[in-house]
């Protein structure tokens, strides 16, 4: 049988990877997909082929993507452009061609996921995106397939590597946000706008894709809650490992009587947590469900070969089911597109979670009272305190509390009134705090 014919667009980290995993791995992928896999045309502004193994075997390199995407020999598009222009065209022309669609791109598919799919099902076409969420591990996978017997009740995962990596720095080596950010680009796992990664925008991408594959709605990416880790400084990292936490960038979802939590945000778990020692660039996805119970994932989640691994499963599972009923494929949501549901996502004021509070605050008697007393008037119950001595020449004591779930709307208010007291200096830090149990 003829080979599968693919159009590459980019030739950057990804691409390379995925050259080079295609044309090493050749006979084994064959074997498992049933027929030969090649690329036949691919498209690419910059790149140094001195560094992509494999690329002698690509037929031909063009400098314009879209001609790539026209070309009537390619049966499959695999997109590793990324960002939102003109990859969102090039894919809507590749389904309109009857062309497959695989992407490695989270920021297209959280934003014009929706459009995107409900072209590719007017055409019959698949679009995979496994590549997309947490690079080599495949949770996607996990999810839309080996969970489909589970009601989910949640999602909580460490999925951007650069922020992991940076987090990780801090602890163990103490080292500077700024110069750890720099050797995660020089490495190539962060972002072309690093700012996605430290601000956790390229995790609400991903984050938005599991929360529609975990619950059955549609993508909304502009109604998940997005805080970085900008804020985090080293002595909160110190404190929580005192009180036994460490700090993660977490994204979590979580189904609730009112709707469905949807947030990114440092966070504070129990140190004994698995994930919590996921570290460096690694990434890891805890999943509770009903019936299986909690179910860990942990892998390489970006980088070359592992985010090509997950792009190439990929391109096999489409060329498996190239000869099947489109009505029979796995919905790219996980649920049947006429199946998903209109379900709330809560406000962030709605959700609940418990916390982790620092603040400064004048060295005499009856200020934590005042504090105590105005968390137990928001109805907020602290689980834990400590109060450091002062530095020999500082007027002010830091005082870390831990406090029990919560609604945000409480929380907010008791900082605000904690912030107006004369004897507690400048802004309280709040870092949210989740158990995972
Ligand atoms: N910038 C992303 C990360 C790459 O650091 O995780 C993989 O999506």
Known sequence: MEPVKIGLLGL??????????????????????????????????????????????????????????????????????????????????????????????????????????????????????????????????AVREGLAANQIEWIAGIINGTGNYILTE????????????????????????????????????????????????????????????????????????????????????RKTANGIEQRVHPTLIPERRLIANVDGVMNAVLVMSDAVGPTLYYGAGAGSEPTASAVVADVVDVVRALTTDPENRVPHLAFQPDALSDINILPMEETETAYYLRMHAIDKPGVLAEVTRILGDSGISIEAILQKEPAADASFVPIIFLTQRIKEKNMNDAIAKIEQLDAIDGEVMRIRMETLG
């Open 12 to 141: 950057g980290t990804v691409g390379g990877g995925t050259v080079s995993v295609l044309t090493r791995n050749a006979d084994e992928i064959a074997r498992r997909a049933g027929r030969g896999i090649r690329i036949t045309h691919a498209a690419a502004k910059d790149y140094n082929p001195d560094l992509i193994k494999g690329i002698e075997q690509i037929d031909k390199i063009s400098d314009d993507a879209f001609v790539v995407v026209e070309d009537p020999d390619v049966d499959i598009i695999i997109e590793l452009i990324g960002g939102y222009s003109p990859a969102k065209e090039l894919v809507l022309k590749a389904i309109e061609n009857g062309k497959h669609v695989v992407t490695a791109n989270k920021a297209l598919i959280a934003l014009h996921g929706n459009e995107i799919f409900a072209a590719a099902q007017a055409k019959g076409v698949t679009v995979a995106f496994e590549a997309g969420v947490a690079g080599g591990i495949p949770i996607i996978k």
């Open 170 to 253: 801090m602890r163990d080596k103490g080292r500077d946000f700024d110069d750890v950010l720099k050797e995660a680009q020089e490495l190539g796992y962060a972002e072309a706008d690093p700012t996605f990664d430290v601000e956790g925008i390229d995790a609400a991408h991903k984050l938005t894709i599991l929360g529609s594959i975990a619950f059955g709605m549609p993508l909304q990416f502009d109604k998940t809650y997005t805080e970085g880790i900008g804020k985090i400084e080293q002595q909160d990292v110190l404190y929580a490992g005192e009180l036994g936490y460490r700090i993660k960038h977490l994204g979590i979802t």
